[in-house]
Structures are given as C-alpha cells and as structure tokens.
C-alpha cells in the first residue's frame, strides 16, 4: 500500500499499512487497480475520440468511488473493476480502437487473485521519476474531483459530451510518456475542465431547486424520531424527504447536506427540521448521538463504531462492508423504507446545540446586493474579503482557521463553501452594515458561487485582473475535490493563494516550486502573520 492522496496522509508524507482515514491495505490495492481499470477505457474512448455514455458514468463512478472517504467495501470495488473491464473488451470493436494499446487497455485477469498482483505495478510507485509521477498524481486527483462534480451534474440529467471526452483524454494522459511541461499543460487543462463542470453543476442545482436564498437553519432538535442525511447528494435527500412526508419522522442534514435548507425547493417540506452536528470528522460522536438511523450519501464516511453500525446505511458511490446498501431499482428510484422502519422504533435524537446560523449567500443573492457591496468597499466599511472555502478534517492544526476567523479585523468579510465553515459558521463574527461577516455559498460543489462572485466583483469594479480586487484566498484542504477546485482556480488566474494545513504530499519540491513560481502559491503560516499580509493584499 501507497496512499497520499489525502491530507491528513501519515506525518505528510504516506500510507502504508493502513490509511488514516481507515482504508485498509486491500481496499488501496482494488482501488488503485479500479483507476487503472478506467485508464484503460478512457485511452480507447480519448484513440476513439468518443466517449459513449456508458464509458462516461463508469469513469466517474470509478473516480469518484476512489475519493478519500468514498468506498471502503473490498466486494464492491472487486465488482466495479469486473465491471469495467467488461466494458472495456466491448468498447474496444465498438470504437474501432486495436494495434499498439498501453498495458491498461490488453490486461486480462485471471481471477480476483490478480487485482492484488497487479496493484503494485499500476500503483503510485510504478512511476519511478518523481516529478512525473507528482504532476501525474496531481492530475489525477484533479480528474478525481471533477468525476465528481460531473457526476452530481450527471444525476440532476446534466451531460457534456465535450468534458467527457476531455476527462478521459487527461485520464489517458496519465500513462502516456509526456515530458514535465506536456504535464503541467494537461494539469492546467484540467483546471479549465473544473470551472466547466463546476458551472454545468451549478446549473443543475439551480435549475433544479432554485437558486439558494438567504436562510436561517435551526441547530435545534424536535420531539420526532428522525433520519439523519449526510454527504453530498440532494437528490437523494429529495427522494427521502418525499417517502417519509407525513409519517412523523424528521429530516436533519449532517455536514455538507446543511446547505439543502438554502433551495427554495426544499422548504416545501416542513419536516425537513434542521441542521445536526458538524463536519463530517465529528461524525462518530455525532452519529451515536443521533439516535436514529443515518444515510450516507456521496463521500466523507468514517469507519462507522459498531456501536451505531447497524443504523448506517450508504447509497451511491459510498460503500463499506457490512452496512445496508440502498441501491435504485431498474426505473433509477431508491427505497428509503428500511430507513423508515427503523426510524419510527427510535427515540428522537439528542440534543447537541440550540440556536441557528445563516447561509445561502450563493452568486445569485450576492449579486443581488452587489450594489451595497460595491459601495461598502468604496466608503471603507469593508477592507477585504478573505475566501476560507475548502474542508474541514480533524487535525488540531485545523483551529488556525477559527483563529483566523475570529482575528480578522471587524472590516473583513469571509466567503466560505465546503465544509471548512464549520470552523466558524457559528462564531458571533457580526456583520457590517447589514452585510454578514461571514457569508456561506454551499458545499464545496457549490464553490463556483465563490469564482462568480468575485468575477462579478472585478467587473463591478471595472478591474483587469482578478487579482487586483480586495480579495485573498485561505484554504483549506482535504480530498481530491478540493485539488479540483484549486486547479479551477488556478486557471482563473487567482495568484497568492494560501493552503494549509499543509501542502499535498504528492507535490515533489519541483512540482511545488512550479506552482509557487507561476501562482505565487503559500503554505499557511501563523493566524497573525497571514491575517497581516491578506489585509494589506501581501
């Protein structure tokens, strides 16, 4: 085992044994031969130049199924990878694609056994050159975030036959022997399909469930046994809160789901109560706490505490043996009554908190103020916005964030996605002139909000480089769709962005001068140190 597509990857620097997200050995090796799986479609769909739609969702699911905190379950993995190279063998005479193939696209297993076998020379390792294998990593994880995104996007009937083709073109470029620069090339394309994904998603919710309004959550909890819906998804938190309307059970969103109470759309369900817990590393203490049963939609599962197992159950990509799996029926629906079942025999959940916090400051409600804004920045009232978007995870290292939060000068305005707010999202932080210190856009799927805003900020204020606005970037990281994100960024052309709590260990020295040298690209240091350079735009 080789893992450091993480964050919080052991001392920095790599898995070996067990991931720290609890990822065994075995899971990493399945894992690791599943993207060498889709590497092989995606080098015949990108010789082809077509990616039919089968190819296209089996790349995603497979990416996205690789994720930190996805899919634990070893049987599933091992019927994934079968799954693909079925389809592999077919699409070969479908696209017409023979002759000189990679390895990835002419392997033949000979049975299970050979997953294993085969994982150490498909793995990170196989690639001895460090610098190709960081910037091949780099562009994989990119790739990684965006399946996911498209994925979302995919689910809500959003497609782009453009951004499969090029998903599986920069897959396909992962094997292919390119120079250091043809690398950084194809990673900044990936950077480009990012904000493409991005927006298509963007779209699909919005168009979907309306645009997020500004909305206070109740921290609070009811007197009704609930459900507890945690990960990503809405379209499953959709389908749950239709199957349980008017059976007395609550609905309460867990980590990256609490922005579902911005949309319009789900506001018509009443007993859609409130927003339980925190971040998703909080969740054990959290889910036991809960009482009743939880759906794990998307990614950011721990390895449940048998104490509360048998009340977990997953959907989606999300997977680990031994929990309840609710997969959708041939018609694509999903039946949440086991969830309901065991609901209705549970007592209602244990209070954590009292109170509310406010969100759904998306690009269409800040727009909508842009005027006020423009003007608090001209008069003075607001200094700077700071952009602390990205995730959370349970380093102590991960309090410079508050810390951050609560130092910033009372003329600062934080933008914040992804569940990195939970940091602060329910600090006392004020507001200036009516305008909340802290202003929440979503999930990280929701971060084009963010690039929006201040591209509509930088034309408000007649400016020719983004740069130049009173905006700095602190973030935080975790997993690959924050490496997406980043890349977006990146090729919007945002420079002094800073990243903590720690740089990507798979960024060879080389590769991290690259990105210094061209993006201006800063490892965090201390609260006060940062806190004084972003307010004089250093």
Same mark, same amino acid.
């Given at each position: 085992?080789?893992?450091?597509?993480?964050?919080?990857?052991?001392?920095?620097?790599?898995?070996?044994? *067990?991931?720290?997200?609890?990822?065994?050995?075995?899971?990493?090796?399945?894992?690791?031969?599943?993207?060498?799986?889709?590497?092989?479609?995606?080098?015949?769909?990108?010789?082809?130049?077509?990616?039919?739609?089968?190819?296209?969702?089996?790349?995603?699911?497979?990416?996205?199924? /690789?994720?930190?905190?996805?899919?634990?379950?070893?049987?599933?993995?091992?019927?994934?990878?079968?799954?693909? &190279?079925?389809?592999?063998?077919?699409?070969?005479?479908?696209?017409?694609?023979?002759?000189?193939?990679?390895?990835?696209?002419?392997?033949?297993?000979?049975?299970?056994?050979?997953?294993?076998?085969?994982?150490?020379?498909?793995?990170?390792?196989?690639?001895?050159?460090?610098?190709?294998? %960081?910037?091949?990593?780099?562009?994989?994880? #990119?790739?990684?975030?965006?399946?996911?995104?498209?994925?979302?996007? %995919?689910? !809500?009937?959003?497609?782009? @036959?453009?951004?499969?083709?090029?998903?599986?073109?920069?897959?396909?470029?992962?094997?292919?022997?390119?120079?250091?620069?043809? !690398?950084?090339?194809?990673?900044?394309?990936?950077?480009?399909?990012?904000?493409?994904?991005?927006?298509?998603?963007?779209?699909?919710? /919005?168009? /979907?469930?309306?645009?997020?309004?500004?909305?206070?959550?109740?921290?609070?909890?009811?007197? =009704?046994?609930?459900?507890?819906?945690?990960?990503?998804?809405?379209?499953?938190?959709?389908?749950?809160?239709?199957?349980?309307?008017?059976?007395?059970?609550?609905?309460?969103?867990?980590?990256?789901?609490?922005?579902?109470?911005?949309?319009?759309?789900?506001?018509?369900?009443?007993?859609?109560?409130?927003?339980? #817990?925190?971040? $998703? $590393?909080?969740?054990?203490?959290?889910?036991?706490?809960?009482?009743?049963?939880? &759906?794990?939609?998307?990614?950011?599962?721990?390895?449940?505490?048998?104490?509360?197992?048998?009340?977990?159950?997953?959907?989606?990509?999300?997977?680990?043996?031994?929990?309840?799996?609710?997969?959708?029926?041939?018609?694509? *629906?999903?039946?949440?009554?086991?969830?309901?079942?065991?609901?209705?025999?549970?007592?209602?959940?244990?209070?954590? *908190?009292?109170?509310?916090?406010?969100?759904?400051?998306?690009?269409?409600?800040?727009?909508?103020?842009?005027?006020?804004?423009?003007?608090?920045?001209?008069?003075?009232?607001?200094?700077?916005?700071?952009?602390?978007?990205?995730?959370?995870?349970?380093?102590? %290292?991960?309090?410079?964030?508050?810390?951050?939060?609560?130092?910033?000068?009372? @003329?600062?305005?934080?933008?914040?996605?992804?569940?990195?707010?939970?940091?602060? =999202?329910?600090? @006392?932080? #004020?507001?200036?002139?009516?305008?909340?210190?802290?202003?929440?856009?979503?999930? +990280?799927?929701?971060?084009?909000?963010?690039?929006?805003?201040?591209?509509?900020?930088?034309?408000?204020?007649?400016? *020719?480089?983004? =740069?130049?606005?009173?905006?700095?970037?602190?973030?935080? $990281?975790?997993?690959?769709?924050?490496?997406?994100?980043?890349?977006?960024?990146?090729?919007?052309?945002?420079?002094?962005?800073?990243?903590?709590? /720690?740089?990507?260990?798979?960024?060879?020295?080389?590769?991290?001068?690259?990105?210094?040298?061209?993006?201006?690209?800063?490892?965090?240091?201390?609260?006060?140190?940062?806190?004084? +350079?972003?307010?004089? #735009?250093?």
């Amino acid at each position: 085992m080789f893992c450091y597509q993480c964050q919080e990857t052991k001392k920095n620097i790599e898995c070996t044994k *067990e991931g720290f997200c609890g990822k065994q050995a075995s899971t990493a090796a399945l894992q690791d031969v599943l993207v060498y799986v889709a590497k092989g479609i995606a080098v015949v769909c990108s010789k082809a130049q077509r990616v039919p739609q089968e190819a296209a969702r089996f790349i995603e699911t497979a990416l996205f199924s /690789t994720i930190t905190n996805v899919n634990f379950s070893d049987e599933r993995l091992e019927s994934l990878i079968e799954t693909g &190279l079925v389809l592999r063998d077919k699409l070969k005479p479908q696209l017409c694609v023979f002759g000189d193939l990679p390895d990835c696209v002419i392997w033949s297993p000979n049975g299970a056994g050979d997953y294993y076998l085969k994982a150490p020379e498909v793995g990170i390792l196989a690639t001895p050159d460090e610098n190709i294998r %960081s910037l091949r990593e780099l562009l994989l994880y #990119g790739l990684k975030g965006v399946a996911a995104y498209a994925q979302h996007a %995919s689910l !809500l009937g959003r497609n782009d @036959d453009q951004a499969n083709l090029v998903i599986a073109e920069l897959l396909a470029a992962t094997v292919e022997p390119l120079s250091v620069d043809e !690398l950084v090339g194809k990673v900044m394309q990936c950077g480009e399909l990012a904000v493409t994904v991005l927006a298509m998603l963007d779209e699909a919710n /919005t168009s /979907t469930y309306g645009h997020p309004e500004i909305t206070k959550v109740s921290l609070g909890v009811g007197i =009704n046994p609930g459900i507890l819906v945690s990960g990503h998804d809405l379209i499953d938190l959709e389908a749950l809160l239709k199957q349980t309307a008017g059976k007395g059970i609550d609905i309460y969103t867990h980590g990256e789901m609490l922005p579902a109470h911005y949309y319009p759309k789900f506001k018509q369900y009443p007993h859609l109560k409130g927003n339980y #817990g925190g971040a $998703w $590393w909080a969740q054990k203490k959290e889910f036991e706490a809960f009482n009743g049963p939880i &759906l794990m939609t998307t990614n950011c599962l721990m390895p449940p505490r048998d104490s509360y197992k048998e009340r977990v159950f997953t959907t989606g990509n999300v997977g680990f043996d031994g929990l309840t799996h609710i997969s959708p029926n041939i018609d694509g *629906e999903k039946d949440f009554s086991p969830l309901i079942a065991m609901a209705l025999d549970c007592a209602a959940p244990t209070s954590l *908190e009292d109170g509310e916090i406010i969100g759904g400051f998306g690009h269409d409600q800040v727009m909508a103020v842009a005027d006020k804004v423009v003007d608090a920045v001209k008069s003075g009232a607001i200094k700077r916005f700071v952009v602390m978007a990205g995730c959370d995870g349970a380093h102590k %290292s991960r309090e410079y964030f508050t810390d951050v939060a609560e130092g910033l000068p009372e @003329d600062a305005v934080i933008l914040t996605a992804g569940c990195a707010k939970y940091r602060y =999202n329910k600090l @006392d932080l #004020g507001d200036i002139g009516g305008i909340p210190r802290v202003l929440d856009a979503g999930q +990280c799927n929701d971060s084009y909000s963010l690039a929006v805003i201040a591209l509509k900020l930088q034309q408000a204020f007649e400016l *020719e480089d983004i =740069n130049d606005l009173p905006i700095s970037f602190d973030l935080g $990281w975790y997993e690959q769709k924050a490496v997406a994100v980043l890349l977006g960024l990146l090729h919007l052309g945002v420079k002094g962005i800073r990243l903590g709590p /720690t740089l990507p260990a798979f960024l060879s020295p080389d590769v991290a001068n690259v990105l210094v040298d061209n993006f201006d690209i800063k490892p965090i240091t201390t609260p006060k140190a940062d806190i004084e +350079c972003m307010m004089v #735009g250093a």
